[in-house]
């Protein structure tokens, strides 16, 4: 009798308690999301969805992007994130990855949350990368938020939902600079290499910087930490000729022409 009672307290955390590092395979609207453990259905209550980013980017590429979940009263918040290659489906794309400190932590080839997080203002943000496979394509960003009251239990007091999957097309050079915003100035240009280049005054803080050549070939793809446009390190080791570039982060994608006055080809 004591061991029977000692074996049905231990399974009681189990059964009553929520996993707090989230779960895969609920990100697409064909299946039933979190409806098996929070509550029966999506809620309106819970708003998810994409902040910023570009919609056209290179093949290979390595792109940041923010899930948003929000709810106007629940403390913390959950979510699950995938790259799909179609918009319902569970057939993965791409790589993605995540920073220390973002929330997030990898399930197989998803995101979910590490733990639940605090919001702020009814909020929270889960930034995340992803790199683009090498061959063109449009595929879909799907996921999945849930606003947890914080009791530690899988019940219907939570609220989710789905965020409305985002159409995201991996193309050549040519194709993603014709849908960017131009660089507002780029000096100085023509460019030497050793100098410092300037951006304009919109790009800062983490920021990919791509070149890309004629011939469509990416030469240059790097993440730096820009202040008010301005590059921290000189670009070296290039060709002369004239590039494309693309800028891109948290918040936006910008692109630009820039002649190089670099090495000689050999």
């Known amino acids: 009798m004591r061991c029977f009672l000692f074996c049905v307290?231990?399974?009681?955390?189990?059964?009553?308690?929520?996993?707090?590092?989230?779960?895969?395979?609920?990100?697409?609207?064909?299946?039933?999301?979190?409806?098996?453990c929070h509550g029966a259905s999506a809620s309106s209550s819970t708003r998810v969805t994409l902040e910023g980013g570009p919609r056209k980017v290179l093949p290979g590429s390595?792109?940041?992007?923010?899930?948003?979940?929000?709810?106007?009263s629940q403390p913390r918040a959950g979510v699950g994130i995938a790259m799909r290659t179609t918009?319902?489906?569970?057939t993965n794309i791409g790589t993605l990855a995540f920073a220390a400190g973002s929330g997030l932590r990898l399930r197989g080839a998803e995101l979910s949350q590490s733990a639940p997080q605090t919001m702020s203002g009814g909020s929270f943000k889960?930034?995340?990368?992803?790199?683009?496979?090498?061959?063109?394509?449009?595929?879909f960003l799907q996921g999945i938020g849930n606003a947890v009251n914080g009791n530690g239990r899988e019940d219907s007091g939570d609220s989710w939902a789905w965020m409305t999957p985002v159409a995201i097309t991996v193309e050549a050079a040519t194709s993603v600079e014709e849908?960017?915003?131009?660089?507002?100035?780029?000096?100085?240009?023509?460019?030497?290499?050793?100098?410092?280049?300037?951006?304009?005054?919109e790009l800062t803080g983490a920021t990919r910087i791509q070149l890309i050549d004629v011939r469509?070939?990416?030469?240059?793809?790097?993440?730096?930490?820009?202040?008010h446009g301005t590059l921290p390190v000189?670009?070296?080791?290039?060709?002369?000729?004239?590039?494309?570039?693309?800028?891109?982060n948290a918040t936006m994608t910008r692109r630009g022409q820039i002649m190089i006055r670099g090495r000689s080809h050999s």
């Open 9 to 36: 307290f231990a399974l009681i955390p189990t059964m009553l308690f929520a996993d707090p590092n989230g779960k895969a395979g609920r990100t697409s609207t064909s299946t039933a999301g979190c409806g098996d």
């Open 234 to 248: 000189p670009l070296a080791g290039l060709h002369s000729g004239v590039y494309a570039i693309l800028a891109s």
């Open 126 to 139: 889960f930034t995340f990368t992803w790199k683009a496979p090498s061959q063109v394509g449009t595929y």
């Open 87 to 90: 918009q319902t489906g569970s």
């Open 62 to 72: 390595t792109t940041t992007f923010t899930v948003v979940v929000a709810h106007s």
């Open 179 to 201: 849908d960017v915003a131009p660089i507002a100035m780029i000096y100085p240009n023509p460019y030497s290499s050793g100098s410092i280049l300037h951006l304009g005054n």
């Open 216 to 227: 469509g070939s990416v030469v240059f793809n790097e993440v730096l930490e820009l202040t």
